[in-house]
């Protein structure tokens, strides 16, 4: 038997496509990624060469895509990328194909200069890889009656939901863009961006004006932008009281202080999850653009703090009048030493300081940590 280790090409096309939807179909409930991901797999995307492959005697066995991307932090651009589509077929479990895919893929990830990866999945079982649960997402339920008694006596804006048409491109992309933390997306990938893990995007009306729009899935809400944001109880009302739908369930990130003023004195329940598993390959970087967003909505006490983590140069935190800055440390004499994986449950995990006896009795790290990293839904793969 030939087993080849291979990245795609255009003539492995269509055998893509069809061995992701037969291990996942077999795995749960049937997939057509064609559908799911148009973003990734749709007929115009060129999907191939971001796959890596093994193949036993030219048949594909073991494969995982790897979506580079570009995140916009305020004035910094980290260069990230999500890792989909693991799948090994049910014939070659057990040879360690994925093991030496994922060690390829990470090798590539540290010789390209990426700054972090994200994927989803089993805890443990990407913790071999470097991966840990990271980062926050803030999910508010809302329910009809929660409406019914805050708005109570309220005149609501005649608004309309409907479906995004390709007329409504442009403006919608143009609010997205003036985002200042952002996955960068092209105007031509925007709208299947939108549609990705089955949701559906819709344009919100005031008088036939678009004043905004939002991505619907079922119940759940995972992006809204509206140009004036006191229009959110409309929303509400249009989505909710003048609709089939009876709750929503709004997934932000926990810099958002457009809405979550509003849900938090509205929603049923509130809960703050991890958000993915993420590996963080450049640690100054990634800290410096996520403390910068978290200044930004908390206020931050100033001090430093150098670590020095594992395979990397010591670097030190400041924050002088309550601006943060990431530099290489000029020493390391009082550094905290860290593995790659502890210094990312300290800087990234809720409560991660708890796992890390020599960071818990620094006040600076309760204070400042952890960092609100976080990836839009739409944009995972």
């Not at 805050?150 to 003036?178: K, N, V």
């Not at 909505?297 to 309550?322: C, K, N, R, S, W």
Request: glycine fraction near 6%.
């Amino acid at each position: 038997m030939k087993v080849e280790f291979c990245k795609g090409a255009p003539e492995d096309r269509q055998d893509i496509l069809d061995f992701g939807d037969l291990v996942f179909s077999k795995n749960s409930c049937p997939h057509d990624f064609q559908t799911l991901l148009p973003k990734l797999y749709g007929p115009q995307a060129q999907f191939e060469p971001l796959h890596y492959m093994v193949k036993e005697d030219g048949k594909i066995r073991a494969m995982i895509c790897v979506l580079p991307m570009e995140y916009q932090v305020g004035d910094d651009i980290l260069k990230i990328n999500g890792v989909g589509t693991v799948s090994v077929h049910p014939v070659a479990r057990s040879r360690g194909y994925m093991k030496k895919l994922l060690a390829w893929a990470l090798e590539d990830m540290e010789k390209e200069g990426y700054d972090f990866s994200v994927l989803g999945g089993q805890r443990q079982r990407y913790e071999y890889f470097g991966y840990t649960p990271m980062g926050s997402k803030l999910c508010y339920t809302v329910t009809r009656d929660n409406l019914r008694h805050r708005y109570a006596g309220r005149s609501f804006a005649p608004l309309t939901l409907r479906p995004m048409e390709e007329g409504d491109i442009a403006l919608c992309y143009a609010l997205y863009e003036q985002q200042l933390i952002r996955v960068h997306r092209s105007r031509e990938e925007f709208q299947a961006i939108l549609c990705s893990w089955t949701a559906k995007p819709w344009v919100i009306e005031n008088d036939g004006v678009l004043v905004g729009y939002l991505c619907r899935n079922g119940n759940h809400i995972p992006e809204i932008l509206l140009h004036d944001p006191a229009l959110f109880p409309d929303v509400l009302h249009a989505l909710l009281q003048t609709g089939e739908q009876r709750e929503a369930v709004f997934v932000l990130p926990e810099w958002d202080t457009t809405f979550t003023p509003e849900l938090g004195q509205l929603a049923e329940s509130i809960r703050r999850e991890n958000d993915h598993n993420y590996r963080v390959f450049h640690f100054p970087t990634v800290v410096q653009a996520f403390l910068q967003v978290k200044a930004g909505y908390t206020p931050l006490p100033d001090g430093h703090l150098t670590l020095a983590v594992d395979g990397q140069e010591p670097f030190t935190i400041t924050v002088e009048d309550g601006m943060p800055a990431v530099k290489k440390a000029e020493s390391a004499a009082d550094a905290l030493a860290l593995s790659p994986m502890q210094a990312q449950r300290l800087l990234f995990a809720a409560e991660g300081w708890r796992e890390i006896p020599q960071a818990a009795s620094c006040p600076l790290v309760r204070a400042w940590f952890p960092l609100p990293l976080f990836t839009p839904e739409q944009d995972n793969c």
